[in-house]
């Protein structure tokens, strides 16, 4: 094993104290050109929001106030219905509804409506 002399530990220790001074020089100008791109790049979004405004490439978005309108939810026929399962490989039979359950569909579906 070699023997390490004063001289290699202060030549190691000047070059560490170098090294960390350019770290932390670089560190600091990166710093500066995060924050200039940071300033540069929220400008840039501001007048292009801006600017969008005024050329229409920003839609309206129209205000929670107003009430929606239901969405019509079609009312489809039987022969329809059966159109459509015939169309999608589904087979349906309807039974008609005894006069006793008539009565509390129709209530159903009006508070339904």
């Known amino acids: 094993m ?14 560490a104290e170098e090294a960390y001074v350019t ?3 670089l560190k600091a100008q990166m710093n500066i050109a995060e924050a200039d ?5 929220r400008r ?11 050329d229409g490439r920003l839609k309206k978005i129209a205000s929670a106030d107003k009430e929606k309108k239901p969405t019509k939810v079609p009312e489809l026929t ?4 059966k159109s459509i ?8 039979t309807i039974e008609e509804p005894e ?3 008539e009565e509390v569909i129709a209530a159903i579906m009006e508070d339904n409506a």
Not at 37 to 41: F, I, N
Not at 44 to 54: C, G, S, T
Not at 78 to 81: F, P, S, T, V
């Open 99 to 101: 006069e006793e359950n």
């Open 37 to 41: 791109w940071l300033k540069k790049s």
């Open 78 to 81: 039987i022969d329809q219905l």
């Open 2 to 15: 070699t023997e390490i002399t004063q001289r290699q530990v202060d030549a190691a220790r000047k070059e």
């Open 23 to 25: 770290y932390a020089n």
């Open 85 to 92: 399962a015939d169309k999608l490989g589904f087979s349906i």
């Open 44 to 54: 840039f979004k501001n007048l292009d929001y801006q600017l969008a405004e005024i």
